[in-house]
């Protein structure tokens, strides 16, 4: 009875739109593509256990399901958000039986970072001795999430979103399924792409949604789509790599002095749910980084900033991040601080056990005036130019120069002083 009335339900588009061999798999030609790796291991018909990394909707579980039907091996598919240690067990048992009758199989771990390392360990002789092709599909970066012995015995293969093309090649193939053409103009067209942000199974969603929602004859604006299609949640995981690659896309696009682009991936991340704390904070760090006293401003506007978020909250102390971006964006870069920072400490574990010349230290008992602290001592304000020019250095150090001020904003002037004093410093040696 349970087929009974199966030819009559109509089966989902991203169903039938499934693909059945390689050649129907859209987009991934650096894999696919002739003489690309993932195809020459096709081809070839021997496969060995590798790891698909890339974004949701690019067609991982899809390759991994015509990959096992071209070795002939038998396809099992578990996901780690749904599978414990007893599912692993089981799987494993059951392609040992396998393999003493010949067949071999082709275990697919969906989501594989979300097994921890002690069960990843756990597929180690399973692969080793051939019992599985392991084939593991996840979205975070394995270098972070995988650990090495695992990582050391399977190639990773990069998967990309799918690019317009490929979605173009999607709505076609749709099109042909449903015997007529997507009912939208240009434009709504150019929409439902960008809405897909090459996720390719939540843009069938979407064709499917329009295929059905539009009646005979209509064809919907970009007004129109919006109204029958819901608006994808931004995909940003503040826990894992997209948190740390959106942080960083913001950091560089300040330091190159893109403005418009800093602003995009703040944008990202407050839409996504980061903390605005923790972008904050970020901010700070890049004040006094990369741009330091070029504008020495730059960590008042931090901190102010930072203020008035705590005192606000959202949505109004969002403008106060948005201002201190611009502020940081258009401010002039400089990573002097920072270098002369990294010197210094350099110097410090160099010389660590140096004392300072007697001179500039203090003499508040009658010994220590006998031995010689604070003699000769200058004091800087009554001399002429205000400046003594004598050395602060161990005696036994030499003179250093840690900060090197960039040709950039108030670092000019700052550079114009330190050059006066040096000039000063060489003339009143000489005397």
């Known amino acids: 009875m349970s087929g009974l009335f199966e030819n ?79 599912d692993l067990r089981k799987a494993f048992a059951e392609a040992e039986s396998r393999r003493k009758y010949g067949e071999g199989t082709l275990l697919f771990i969906d989501e594989i970072h979300r097994f921890n390392r002690a069960q990843q360990d ?77 996720d390719g199974r939540y843009f069938i969603n979407l064709l499917e949604t329009v295929f059905d929602l539009a009646r005979p004859g209509e064809v919907l604006d970009e007004d129109g789509v919006l109204k029958v299609v819901q608006k994808r949640a931004p995909i940003y995981d503040k826990d894992r790599e997209g948190h740390y690659n959106l942080i960083s896309a913001l950091h560089k696009s300040l330091r190159g002095s893109d403005t418009d682009a ?40 931090a901190v102010a900033a930072w203020d008035v978020y705590e005192r606000l909250g959202s949505p109004e102390g969002d403008l106060a991040i948005t201002e201190l971006v611009i502020f940081l ?16 400490a350099r110097a410090a574990a ?29 004091y800087d304000p009554d001399t002429p130019d205000g400046f003594s020019g004598q050395n602060y250095f161990p005696e036994k150090m030499g003179r250093k120069c ?13 550079a114009k002083r330190l050059a006066y004093w040096e000039k000063l410093r060489e003339s009143l040696s000489q005397k």
């Open 122 to 198: 756990g597929f180690l002789p399973y692969v080793e001795n051939g019992t599985v092709v392991l084939v593991g599909a996840t979205t975070e970066n394995p270098s972070f999430e995988l650990n090495s012995a695992l990582l050391s015995r399977c190639r990773v293969f990069v998967l990309k979103p799918l690019d317009e093309a490929a979605l173009e090649k999607l709505i076609a193939r749709a099109e042909k399924l449903e015997e007529r053409p997507l009912p939208v103009d240009e434009k709504a067209r150019r929409t439902l792409i960008d809405l897909a942000d090459g």
């Open 8 to 86: 009559t339900v109509r089966r989902p588009l991203a169903d039938r739109m499934r693909p059945e061999s390689i050649d129907d798999v859209v987009g991934q030609e650096e894999l696919l593509g002739a003489d690309a790796p993932l195809r020459r291991m096709f081809d070839s018909g021997r496969l060995s256990s590798f790891i698909l990394w890339g974004p949701p909707g690019c067609g991982k579980t899809t390759l991994a399901r015509i990959l096992a039907g071209t070795g002939n091996l038998h396809f099992t598919a578990l996901s780690a958000v749904f599978s414990g240690v007893a």
């Open 350 to 378: 160099e010389y660590s056990s140096l004392v300072p010349p007697a001179h500039i230290l203090n003499a508040p008992t009658r010994l220590m005036k006998e031995l010689g602290y604070g003699k000769g001592y200058q």
């Open 262 to 301: 800093a602003l995009y991936w703040t944008a990202r991340m407050l839409a996504g749910g980061e903390d605005p704390l923790y972008i904050l904070r970020r901010l700070a760090r890049f004040a006094v980084e990369d741009v330091g006293l070029a504008d020495p401003m730059a960590i008042q506007m």
């Open 402 to 414: 840690f900060y090197r001020p960039a040709e950039r904003g108030f670092e000019r002037e700052i």
């Open 329 to 344: 964006g258009t401010a002039p870069k400089s990573n002097a601080v920072d270098a002369a920072h990294m010197r210094a």
